[in-house]
Every structure is written in C-alpha cells, then in structure tokens.
C-alpha cells in the first residue's frame, strides 16, 4: 500500500503519455497523493484535463503561473517521496543527466532529494542510440531507478525494444521502492522448472514440472521487498523485478546456483531436477533405422545437498520434496541429509497438487519443529507460507 507517500508523476511527450493516466489512477487506487506535472510535449498528446481528473489535484504545468504555488519547483520536490517520470523522452534522460532545467518537470528533478524513477519510452533506434544508453547508465550509477522499457508494438506499426512499461509493472516497482517489505535487503535465489537432459539433438530427459511454484515464490519474495534472481527452465513471464537466468540441464543448474547461493541470505530450489541423465547425449538425430537405442544413465550431481554441505552460516537453505508415499520420514531424511533449515513437501499423488497445477497442498518441515500444513491453495498462498516463516527464522535467529 501507499498510504500517505506523495508522489510527483512527471508526464513527458510521447505517445506512452496515455498510459500516465491509468499509472496515477492505479497509484491513486493504492492510497498514494499523486501530483500530476506535464511537459510542454505530454500536452500535445493527452489532455490535462483527463490526468487532472485520475490524479490527487489539477496538473502543473508552468513554473511562473500558478498563484497558490509560486516558486512550484521547489514545493513539489521537497513534499514528494517520489518523482516518477512515466513515460520519459529521450528529451528528458538526458536533461536530467547533465542537470538541465528548462521546464517545471526539469526543475523538480533538479530540487529534489527524493528518489527518482524513470520509465523511458521511445522508438528502438533511438533506446539502442549510444547517446541514450550512456545516459541511462550514468543515471543508473547515480541511482536514479530505472523500470526498463518493454519490447512490443511501439506507434506508427513498428515493433522493438522501446515500449513504455505495463502500468501494472511501473506500479509494482513503485511499490517495491516506497514500501520495503519484510524482506528488504534480502538477496534470494529460487530454482524453478524442470530440468532437461539431452538424449541426442531433439530428445531429452524431462519430468512434468511447470515452473510456477518457482516462480510464485520469486513474485512473492519480490514484492515483500527481496532482491530476487530466478535460476528457470521454463520461459513464463519473469515477475516485476525479478531478473532471470536461463538454464536447462542439471549441470547448468548447479553452476548457476553454485555462483549465485554463496552471496545470497536465502536459496530456495523449486526445480524438479533429474536424478539421472544420459552418460554420452549423441550430437545428432538417433535414426529409427539405427535400432533401437540402449541408453545409458548416470546419476545428476544433487545440486541441493552440495549447496548444504557449503552453505553459509546465516543463510537459509529451502528444498522441496515431491513424494507419492511416506511423506513425513522421506521430507525429513532429506532435511536431515541434505543439511536444510526446511523442506517443502508435497503429495504429488493428491488431486490439485504438484505438477503443472495452479494449485498445492505442502507440509512444511524444519528440523525441531512440528509439520506445518497448508492446505489446498493457490501457489502464490504456499509460496508466502513459506517466506513467512523463512523471515520468522530469521528473526528468530538473529533477533535485532
Ligand atoms: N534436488 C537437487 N538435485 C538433484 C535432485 C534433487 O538439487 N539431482 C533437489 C530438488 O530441487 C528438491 C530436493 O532436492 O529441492 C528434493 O528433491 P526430490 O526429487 O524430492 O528428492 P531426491 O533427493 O531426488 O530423492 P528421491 O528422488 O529419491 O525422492
């Protein structure tokens, strides 16, 4: 929630303007006081009438007209938790960059010591332009927030790098920025998906995971305020935030999660890793006239138990379980095995459990503790159980 954080909305001219009308009104909607400004450039493109109408007050647009307001540009930036500038032009980046104040938009960024985010928008040529990719990193170096464009339809039909930002995902790093979470300051790793082991160049070893637990863990530890980095499988959409690394087999994995766990307070593997992967993957198509192959396998390394037997002292270490019997002495004989501070075990038998469901149903293991159970639900609802109680353990473990 926003409640009582003031934030000015800077509203350049691009054609992305027209999102700034439903990024205020869902800012509005979260409790935040919006103060609308508008460029010269954002009036050719939206009304401020409209903006006024979804925004906290009347859009400012001058430094020298308004009455009530006289010297504007230092009353807004002090007030203000935030300046977000949404979309911001080429234009704007690089006035912001070498300190250039030309309008009231300029000159707020310039009296402020409030953070600044900005979403850029414009055509690709001009995004992938020297010129500007240098000012976003200078900015990014001074600590300027930047929620990177998308790729998509951009105006006059043409597609590319360049699109502002879903309102949805501007909001959410917003969100992110004024209402650090329980987990602020934490840098998590989840592993997600299944892992694939080449047969020979079209065939792999697979298991039927989907990834979305991985990945409603990585959404929920972000919005709770975690720096979060997914080790994925699977090409779902990566969470607000949430940066992603690509792997596909069990050796990928481990190097990614071998490079990442040991700076990381929390490591969470949610992959379904094979246990077992062919000795030699032929580098061509195996032909049906060939016969039929003899596989051989070779166990995977256990990504999970490595990570145990070298984790470091405050960190907290989640594994998963996926059982179809005996549920409670194999979840524990792992926790115990693999030196884990928990296990999330489920029933991959049950109805509406495990694989590729929306849905789960845990028991949650910690060594010394009782069997936490939640029930039925979605897998954002398993996944904030278990970062409940991961920052209960932390707490618990290193009261302040
Ligand atoms: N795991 C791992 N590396 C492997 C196999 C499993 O890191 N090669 C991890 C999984 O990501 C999970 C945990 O170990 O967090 C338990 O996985 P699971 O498949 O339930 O158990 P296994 O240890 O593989 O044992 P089994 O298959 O005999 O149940």
Redesign the pocket.
Known sequence: MLAGKRIVLGVTGGIAAYKAVEISRRLVDAGAHVVPVMTAGAEHFIGATTLSALASEPVKTRLWDDPDTPIPHTRLGQGADLILVAPATARVIAAYRIGLSTDLLTNVLLATRAPVMMCPAMHTEMWEHPAVVDNIAALRDRGVHIVDPESGRLAGGDTGAGRLASPEVIVAAVQRLLSPGDMAGLRVVI?AGGTREPIDAVRVIANRSSGKQGYALAAEAAERGASVTLVSTVDLVAPPGVAVQRVET?AE??SA?ERLAPVSDVV????????FRPVTAVDRKLKKHDGVPQIVLE?????????GARKPRRQIL??????TDDLEA?ARR?LDE?HLDM?V?NDVGAPQTGFQHDTNAVTIFSPDAPAFVVPLADKRTIAAAVFDRVVSMRVSAHPT
């Open positions: 592993s069990a994995m481990q999660m969470v593997m949610a992959a379904a890793v094979a246990d166990p995977t390394p256990d990504i999970l138990a490595g990570l989640v594994g998963f379980a996926a059982e194999n792992k693999k296990i075990a």
